[in-house]
């Protein structure tokens, strides 16, 4: 065998096996390869676009937070606001009826007063009377001598 045939040979073996391989082996393995690399470019993407999802949702979460501290806040004055008027209405409320009530006790002092004064009368009256029957030996007729004794009681 001569050299040539077996270089030949060799050689037509060679191609006949790169030709199997890209055919069979290469093509399919690069469409793998491809595959997988836009597999890794989309996970890639999504990975990005979650990173700015979260970041969108980390800002969305702090103004919310916020927002809802400036609520609650407004809140509580608006409690304390309301909690001062309730204080203002109570304490009005109980001067009225401290007023109320003062007024009552000094009307009732009032009417035990006159009342005094009235028993303060009679008794005045009857001492009086006493005295006068006394002085005159004689007895005095309260009916008769009624306005004297009034006009006496008036002027006590």
């Known amino acids: 065998m001569n050299i040539t045939v077996t270089l030949i040979a060799q050689m037509l073996a060679f191609i006949l096996l790169i030709w199997f391989i890209n055919k069979v082996l290469w093509k399919p393995m690069m469409g793998l390869m491809e595959s997988r690399q836009k597999r890794i470019a989309d996970g890639l993407a999504a990975a990005e676009r979650g990173k700015q999802e979260q970041a969108n949702a980390e800002k ?3 103004e919310l937070l916020d927002e809802s501290k400036r609520k609650a806040a407004d809140i509580i ?7 001062k008027e309730i204080e203002a209405e109570a304490k009005d409320s109980a001067k009225a009826e401290a007023e109320r009530i003062k007024a009552a006790a000094e009307a ?3 009417r035990g007063v006159n009342q005094a004064r009235e028993h303060l009368r009679a008794q005045v009256a009857s001492i009086a ?9 004689q007895q005095i007729d309260a009916k ?12 006590i």
């Open 77 to 83: 004055a608006q409690a304390q606001r309301r909690a």
């Open 129 to 137: 009377i006493a005295g006068a029957e006394k002085v005159l030996k």
């Open 60 to 62: 969305r979460a702090v």
């Open 144 to 155: 008769a001598h009624d306005k004297l004794l009034s006009q006496l009681a008036a002027e």
């Open 108 to 110: 009732e002092i009032e």
